[in-house]
């Protein structure tokens, strides 16, 4: 199966699956042993003024757009997830991680999603939640992927009896809808209810907060980019040797519930290790840490800093700390941690954060709690995670089915690292799908190119008229809203890529949605959209761009009302000018030659200006 897309024949079977898990989960958590924070003596909570010290920032709340995807490639949703991702990131971290960034977004954009980054200080919670708020209203569901140090929200709500420390709560930017209070102004947030909307999270959430990571002398920027490569290298299909299997390590007081626990990993492998009883001791949990499982579920009592295991009721397994993980260097990608307060990522040397920051190839994702808490009722995190959704997306099903009904449990839970990632299984062969519409005298042409078509039998084209206005001419939502799909040919096109299609029985004036379908035998995926119009309304206008991706020469079709002076300029994924030149149009229309052999491979916006107008189209440079 290809990433990212659930097979159309099985979603009703799947989905129906999904609901009647929910009978199946835990009987009563009061029969559950809770987790509590291990020696409070030498890991001590945050203190008060370390915590608003991370929540309260005396600056002027901004942010600055530094690049929006242009263009029109995106693949079709799934069910209700998203294919738009905004990424927020710390001002000051962002120019010591900018190219790793730029090689990200264009690789997210290859991978069919929506990208919008923004460089931003805020002077608290409050007000970068309202700027999601104003995202959401204006674009609807979208991922978002928060990098660096930004102000977290603090809570009080759910502690356990003789809990009393507030603690990071990342719900609070994933509901956009609910009421938050802080009703005794203290700093910390203590009842949350629907408001206006709901309580349930309407975005999927993750983020890298590196700063803390002080072991071994490292640096926020040197972590951070190290996971950037790490993520693209994952993403292009190196799974470095990791395996297709998970690993249960259940310790002494959940051992009754090991076997129901370790057992939804089944969701997504068919080989799974469960350990328990007199196995979970620290020594062979190291050692399973390099055993290239893919998943790894920890049920171990915790502080941020260390793992710590039981024989029976005494304290005598031994200890895991972040530093045996920093110098272990798991070979693991994905881990849950059940584990109390191990994703308190605001904690010096978080270990949630060290599994997935360690400078290696591996370690992507670290779901967890910031409180005394876990995941419960696994099969509804990993039964999503098994049939292809994204981790966000997964997550956020899970807060939604079983997360916000115990606040206790659940309330601190997180997800750190990117949202997008998937298990490896449902990472797409298909790694770039370029699919562009231009007006062809009455009719308009499409076109597409796939660079890997393995298992593709045809490809099928629908059509919608638009549902929503034009941004301007190159930024248009053709991933959301209601269409009327048509399909236009009535047997699958088929041959060798690049593909064309002329859509004739169109009118003018009328922007229209097209969405390519490829065929894996009798299943049908979607793999992108674009839209196009026979009309345009600016005097100066990109006809056409071809080769697209291209190598050395981009060749560049212009029309315009008049003879006049046109400057082309080339924007890097940053908006930073990386050439500019000027030509003399000609009348009607005229084909321009630019060399592109001094560009890196990615994304590139190509604008052409003039007095009479301006227009824009992305083109991809790769070789």
Not at 345 to 371: E, F, R
């Amino acid at each position: 199966m290809k990433r990212g897309f659930l097979l159309y024949v099985n979603s009703y079977f799947i989905l129906s699956c999904l609901v009647v898990l929910q009978v199946y989960a835990v009987g009563s958590y009061n029969d559950i042993p809770r987790l509590f924070w291990v020696d409070k003596e030498h890991v001590p909570p945050m203190s008060e003024e370390e915590l608003k010290a991370l929540a309260y920032f005396n600056v002027v709340s901004h942010h600055d757009v530094i690049y929006r995807s242009g263009g029109n490639r995106l693949y079709e949703r799934t069910d209700d997830g998203s294919y738009l991702l905004l990424m927020i990131v710390n001002e000051e971290l962002y120019n010591d991680i900018s190219d790793n960034l730029n090689e990200f977004i264009t690789q997210t954009e290859s991978n069919g999603y929506t990208v919008e980054l923004w460089t931003a200080e805020y002077a608290d919670a409050e007000d970068l939640r309202a700027e999601l708020q104003d995202f959401w209203a204006e674009n609807g569901d979208f991922n978002c992927f928060m990098i660096g140090t930004l102000p977290v929200a603090l809570s009080e709500i759910g502690y356990f009896e003789g809990e009393g420390t507030p603690y990071p709560i990342d719900l609070f930017f994933m509901d956009l809808d609910g009421e938050w209070e802080d009703t005794d102004e203290d700093g910390y947030y203590d009842n949350h209810d629907d408001g206006d909307g709901d309580v349930e999270p309407d975005i999927s959430f993750g983020r890298i907060y590196a700063e803390p990571l002080t072991y071994h002398s490292s640096t926020e920027a040197e972590l951070t980019n190290n996971y950037l490569e790490k993520v693209m290298a994952y993403c292009d299909g190196e799974f470095y040797d990791v395996e297709q299997k998970g690993l249960a390590f259940v310790d002494d007081d959940w051992f009754d519930s090991a076997d129901e626990w370790g057992g939804a990993l089944y969701y997504c492998y068919d080989d799974v290790d469960i350990i328990k009883g007199a196995d979970t001791v620290d020594e062979i949990y190291e050692e399973k840490l390099i055993e290239k499982y893919e998943t790894i579920l920890l049920c171990a009592h915790s502080n941020p800093n260390y793992h710590a295991f039981k024989i029976g009721n005494d304290w005598t397994g031994g200890e895991t700390w972040f530093y045996e993980v920093y110098n272990i260097e798991p070979i693991c990608h994905f881990f849950n941690l059940f584990a109390c307060s191990n994703c308190q990522y605001t904690y010096t040397n978080c270990m949630g954060s060290w599994y997935i920051l360690v400078p290696s190839n591996y370690g992507l994702t670290s779901v967890g709690s910031a409180k005394t808490g876990a995941m419960l009722e696994f099969d509804q995190f990993y039964s999503w995670l098994g049939v292809g959704y994204n981790f966000g997306d997964a997550f956020r099903h899970w807060f939604e089915d079983v997360g916000i009904n115990n606040k206790d449990w659940h309330y601190g839970m997180t997800l750190l690292g990117n949202p997008l990632l998937k298990i490896s299984e449902y990472m797409n062969d298909v790694e770039m799908v370029v699919f562009n519409a231009s007006p062809l005298n009455d009719a308009i042409m499409l076109e597409w190119k796939v660079d890997d078509e393995e298992g593709i039998t045809g490809y099928y084209i629908y059509r919608s008229p638009a549902t929503m206005e034009l941004c301007d001419r190159t930024e248009l939502d053709v991933g959301r809203g209601v269409f009327e799909w048509k399909r236009l040919n009535d047997y699958p096109i088929t041959g060798k890529s690049p593909y064309s299609y002329v859509d004739s029985d169109v009118n003018e004036g009328t922007r229209y949605i097209y969405r390519l379908d490829a065929l894996y035998g009798e299943n049908a995926v979607s793999l992108a959209r674009t839209s196009g119009s026979i009309s345009s309304s600016s005097p100066l206008s990109i006809v056409m761009v071809y080769p697209n991706p291209v190598s050395e020469k981009l060749h560049i079709v212009i029309e315009s009302d008049i003879d006049t002076e046109m400057d082309i300029s080339i924007y890097d994924i940053a908006g930073r000018v990386v050439r500019n030149e000027s030509i003399k149009t000609k009348m009607l229309k005229g084909d321009y030659e630019l060399s592109t052999a001094e560009l890196d491979d990615g994304v590139y916006i190509i604008r052409a200006s003039s007095d009479s107008g301006s227009d824009t189209v992305r083109v991809v440079v790769q070789r």
